[in-house]
């Protein structure tokens, strides 16, 4: 099927037209308000969106890395989302990671930076701030590639 020139396949999460080049944003938090709030944001911004409220949850998925962003807390039930980031690096996932978290310290500020973040917000965030670090997150993820 096409749309627009682009080849798409049928049947996205909710059974939308998908293709593998949108934009597509993985978030992980614990709290179910955070997750649907920023599953609005993405998808006004015409992001796919999968959400998940334990990085473990997002592990037993089989992930894209192409045009992908993960948004994760940091301080998430079970796994950290610094851990997170670790298991995926150790995986060879390369997928651009921004975290999000409502306990800000300097250490914890220097974990997520050793770790190779592409963003750092203390919650609550301004939502454009938060999508300009996506694109510059992926733009920037893409032509590393290149």
């Given at each position: ?6 080849d798409v396949r049928i ?61 994760s807390d940091i301080k ?71």
């Amino acid at each position: 099927m096409s749309s627009f020139g682009k080849d798409v396949r049928i049947g996205g999460p909710n059974g939308e037209l998908s293709d593998e080049t949108a934009t597509l944003i993985y978030v992980v938090d614990d709290d179910p308000s955070v997750r649907k709030s920023l599953k609005m944001l993405f998808r006004s911004a015409d992001m796919e969106v999968k959400t998940f409220k334990a990085a473990e949850d997002l592990l037993k998925c089989q992930l894209r890395e192409q045009n992908t962003c993960l948004i994760s807390d940091i301080k998430l039930k079970g796994l950290s989302g610094i851990e997170l980031q670790q298991q995926l690096a150790e995986r060879g996932i390369k997928i651009p990671v921004i975290f999000l978290t409502a306990f800000d310290s300097n250490e914890i500020r220097q974990q997520a930076k050793q770790g190779g973040e592409a963003g750092y917000f203390r919650k609550p965030m301004v939502d454009q701030a938060l999508l300009d670090t996506i694109h510059w997150a992926i733009s920037s993820y893409l032509s590393s590639k290149e």
